[in-house]
């Protein structure tokens, strides 16, 4: 048996015995303080953080971001001193970025602090006393009334109609009732352990007595703490791609650089001169603005999805969403409304069905998909009343004045989330609460008890008459009751009526809704006399209402297109199994075939078991943060990735581990806001799918530009190669190279970066993460198209070079002006994975213009004459720019003619294969 769960299965006596406590009295001053001393303070631990500084430099530490150093370096001391400029910039804004997001990161422990109660109400030496809650320990008899925060792990000593909310720890819903007595078994999920209570969690109703039995780091709030400290933060695909695609391109391009510099000398090039070029050729080659152009489109990924609801903390977590393959999303409040609601009323031997949702009083109620007429309908109409009156919950509307305009706001419940679900229910029925009151004065009130299981008031009409009304657990009121309303008369509750009401309660319970039974009694003279137990008997049955957080409803057809998009949902909750499959169900996440798993399940199985069965299981219930966070680990160690949504603090560290952690903007916690990648401002899980779509986009946008870059740089690297293979001059200058990777290269790229998603979009399965960004016919493109823009960048030197050798300028300024066009018509040939016209180009008007200004900014370069000494550059003829225009579109040409072979060839080879 665990020390955290022991405590459940034992007497009050033995818990005061353990500690040395008397439990009136409390512990003495001198004890108190000598525990503190021995255990500590009772105050969730952070590591130890490192400096602000220290964050910064780390960022530099970079294989990419020290080559690109390097390069600042060299173009420096070759005067290139704009292109140094550009380079710092992009260096220190990825620095930056990253500084930002590990700061952000150290934040969670402190809004987990947060939570702790500042003070507490302690029983020291006889008396109560208020004491900052750190001064604690173990053994402390404290007190807990409406309102209040517990400030540490306690078992209940007394318990009188206390419910307590823990929603933050446990994932549950509706408040939980408390006791005092033992459980039964010592091995409990941590949402039933009815006789304890948790640090961070709020009493919401009653009041009681706890011995204090865990503080500081060893309760359940710090146990996330430990866990949220010792979790890493996965990196994302992208980043992983990246880093290694760096890696590989700059060995790449330094070593052909190096072959093009060796082969000019052994032609008899001037060394200087090949120096200089290589050096140009080397900057140009490595695309030092790949990470810039990632994180602009990252950043406009994000404004978008800021439009769709969506905010995103960490920019390469838009991507990650791109290649989940798993959505684990948590129930309440994110694939349903979080709202408790009446669906279903009993009364007088007919099932009713309540239409509407959340808070708003607007719905019917229908039978046989008829509307019923509450008002002719007795037995229905005190079942409402009772709902309303038994009550202490508000509903309502908040309103506020914009000028002399009243703007309506949302509807809101004060008190206990299922009473105000009753309050709504009665509203349907112009039974509003306002107007019950005033014709119904509450006299007496007995509260909720755990022990009772039922609530009751006494009411005086006006006009005269008493009666008491009361609601409760559907079993416990039923024994309470003689009789049973219907047809507006009071009839004998026979056995046979019992055993119907008893079956439609179970009924109702196998729909996963949460039961209430309601009843009254008519009170006379003689009732002032009884006892208030007496109160409580010979009770008239009036019905069975049932009540549940509802699924949100666009939902359904969420996890659909997740479903069309080969992304699976997972639904964990800390709610109970039955609640939980029946929603799963009704949205479509549980399979027929499908698991459910509940934490005791978990409890008993291995890590080899559970990982066997990871990929079968679709609903997991009553878990704690622990399964929480071992199952996003067994996903990924399957092969997944893994986006986790939660709202409270037990979901924080599964929602760090995951791949991609998504919190609720509404609902959420700081805990889990701090630390997740993206926070779902309307927390709704239709939002996720956006983000999914969008983060798709983004990656082939990515795929794009590393595309575009790649495959111009391979052009710029063979025109050079192939020139002094052949012996010619060098047909760029090194400016000219330059020239071509800040502007040609830039623009569009960037461009890329916002292209419109396809439509098979969220058609497609999931990218596997380990997928190469050359994968799915990105490597093909960059060397065919590489090597046909060089090819023909270098055919066009060639001819204009042969027609007049001593003009070496103006053959090197068409070779220029040819290299640009091949990229720039390249650039709509990027857009799509087919041909380039399978895309219209005002699909993406900002594409459109940042060709426009290339090559209006080429044409300056030419035809300006103040930069032409400097870009080494001649005004070209028409005859030229014929010559230009034709090497400059024949690279699209021929690749479409590969493009077309490439499938044929395939087929070809594997037919030989076979043979």
């Not at 080397?282 to 969506?310: H, S, W």
């Not at 903390?313 to 393959?325: D, F, I, N, W, Y």
């Not at 560290?653 to 997740?676: F, L, N």
């Not at 090497?887 to 087929?907: C, E, F, Q, W």
Request: proline content about 4%; aromatic content about 6%.
């Amino acid at each position: 048996m665990s020390e955290r769960a022991r405590w459940v299965d034992w007497e009050i006596e033995q818990v005061a015995a353990h500690f040395q406590v008397d439990l009136e009295r409390g512990l003495s001053d001198k004890e108190a303080k000598d525990r503190l001393k021995q255990i500590g303070p009772n105050q969730l631990a952070e590591g130890e953080k490192a400096s602000w500084l220290s964050l910064f430099i780390e960022q530099f530490k970079d294989f990419m971001v020290l080559v690109l150093l390097v390069a600042t370096l060299i173009s420096g001391l070759l005067g290139e001193y704009t292109d140094a400029i550009a380079i710092i910039a992009i260096v220190l804004l990825n620095a930056l970025l990253g500084f930002i997001q590990e700061v952000r990161a150290e934040k969670s422990l402190s809004a987990l602090k947060k939570l702790s109660a500042p003070t507490a109400k302690v029983l020291r030496e006889g008396a109560w006393v208020q004491v900052n809650a750190v001064e604690l320990v173990p053994g402390d008899v404290i007190r807990l009334e409406s309102g209040d925060r517990i400030p540490a792990d306690i078992r209940f000593v007394k318990a009188e109609g206390l419910y307590v909310e823990e929603s933050a720890l446990t994932g549950e819903s509706v408040a939980v009732t408390k006791q005092s007595a033992r459980l039964p078994q010592a091995e409990v999920p941590l949402g039933d352990r009815k006789n304890m209570g948790y640090m961070g969690t709020m009493v919401v109703r009653g009041n009681g007595l706890g011995v204090v039995v865990h503080t500081g780091m060893s309760t359940e709030m710090g146990r996330i703490a430990h866990l949220l400290e010792s979790t890493e933060t996965m990196d994302t695909p992208l980043k992983r791609r990246l880093e290694q695609l760096g890696k590989v391109l700059i060995m790449v391009a330094l070593l052909l650089t190096a072959l093009v510099v060796f082969t000019g000398i052994l032609h008899g090039q001037d060394a200087y001169k090949m120096f200089l070029a290589g050096v140009s050729l080397a900057v140009a080659a490595i695309p030092e603005g790949l990470p810039a152009i990632v994180t602009i489109a990252l950043a406009l990924g994000v404004q978008r999805m800021i439009k769709r609801q969506a905010i995103v903390r960490k920019l390469p977590s838009v991507e990650t969403l791109g290649c989940a393959t798993v959505i684990c999303s948590d129930k309440t409040g994110t694939l349903t409304q979080n709202k408790m609601t009446v669906t279903h009323i009993w009364s007088e031997g007919k099932l009713i069905r309540v239409s509407g949702s959340g808070y708003v009083p607007e719905g019917e109620f229908q039978l046989a998909g008829e509307r019923v007429a509450v008002e002719k309908w007795p037995g229905l109409r005190r079942l409402l009343e009772v709902a309303a009156l038994c009550n202490n919950a508000q509903l309502l509307q908040k309103t506020e004045k914009n000028g002399l305009i009243k703007k309506k706001e949302a509807w809101m419940i004060h008190g206990d989330p299922t009473e105000g679900a009753l309050l709504v229910a009665a509203a349907k029925a112009g039974l509003d609460k306002e107007s019950l009151v005033a014709e119904w004065t509450r006299v007496k009130e007995i509260p909720f008890d755990s022990e009772r299981k039922m609530m009751s008031v006494i009411l005086s009409r006006r006009g005269g008459g008493s009666m008491l009304f009361c609601k409760g657990a559907p079993d416990v009121l039923l024994g309470r009751c003689t009789h049973l309303l219907e047809q507006g008369r009071k009839v004998l509750l026979t056995d046979a009526k019992r055993e119907q009401i008893l079956r439609q309660n179970e009924e109702l319970a196998s729909m996963a809704l949460r039961n209430l039974a309601f009843a009254y009694r008519d009170l006379d003279v003689q009732s002032a006399s009884l006892k208030e137990w007496q109160y409580e008997q010979q009770l008239v049955f009036v019905g069975l209402a049932g009540l549940i957080d509802p699924p949100r409803t666009e939902v359904k057809e969420a996890i659909r297109v997740c479903k069309q998009a080969g992304i699976k949902t997972v639904m964990i909750t800390g709610d109970h199994q039955t609640t939980a499959v029946a929603i799963a169900r009704e949205l479509g996440i549980k399979r027929a075939q499908g698991l459910t798993l509940t934490g005791q399940d978990l409890y008993n199985m291995s890590d080899a078991e559970f990982y066997k069965k990871v990929n079968e299981v679709d609903v997991y219930a009553r878990v704690s943060p622990e399964h929480k966070l071992r199952i996003v680990k067994a996903l990924q160690q399957a092969g997944h990735v893994v986006a986790m949504t939660g709202d409270g603090v037990n979901d924080a560290p599964a929602i760090k581990a995951a791949d991609i952690g998504i919190a609720m903007g509404i609902t959420g916690t700081d805990v889990s806001k701090e630390a997740s990648s993206l926070i779902l401002a309307d927390d709704n899980f239709s939002t996720i799918v956006s983000a999914v779509e969008e983060g798709r986009n983004i990656y082939e946008n990515i795929r794009k530009f590393i595309s575009y870059l790649l495959a111009s740089n391979v052009g710029e690297i063979l025109i050079m190669f192939l020139a002094m293979l052949a012996g010619f001059p060098l047909p760029l200058v090194p400016i000219q190279i330059l020239w071509v990777n800040l502007v040609t290269d830039g623009l569009p790229a960037m461009a890329l970066g916002i292209d419109p998603a396809e439509e098979n979009t969220m058609v497609r399965s999931p990218r596997n993460p380990r997928e190469s960004v050359f994968a799915r016919g990105v490597g093909w493109k960059i060397v065919t198209r590489g090597l046909l823009i060089g090819a023909c960048s270098l055919l066009a030197f060639w001819v204009t070079y042969m027609e007049a050798p001593d003009d070496l300028v103006r053959a090197q300024t068409v070779a220029f002006a040819t290299l640009v066009f091949s990229q720039l018509v390249y650039v709509f040939d990027c857009r799509s994975q087919g041909t380039i016209f399978q895309r219209t180009p005002s699909d993406n008007i900002p594409l459109v213009l940042a060709v426009l200004s290339s090559a209006l900014l080429l044409l300056a370069v030419i035809y300006y004459a103040p930069l032409q000494p400097v870009f080494h550059t001649v005004p070209l003829g028409l005859r030229e720019w014929i010559l230009v225009l034709v090497t400059s579109t024949l690279p699209v040409i021929l690749a479409g003619i590969l493009d077309l072979l490439r499938p044929m060839a395939n087929r070809a080879k594997r037919l030989v294969h076979s043979s």
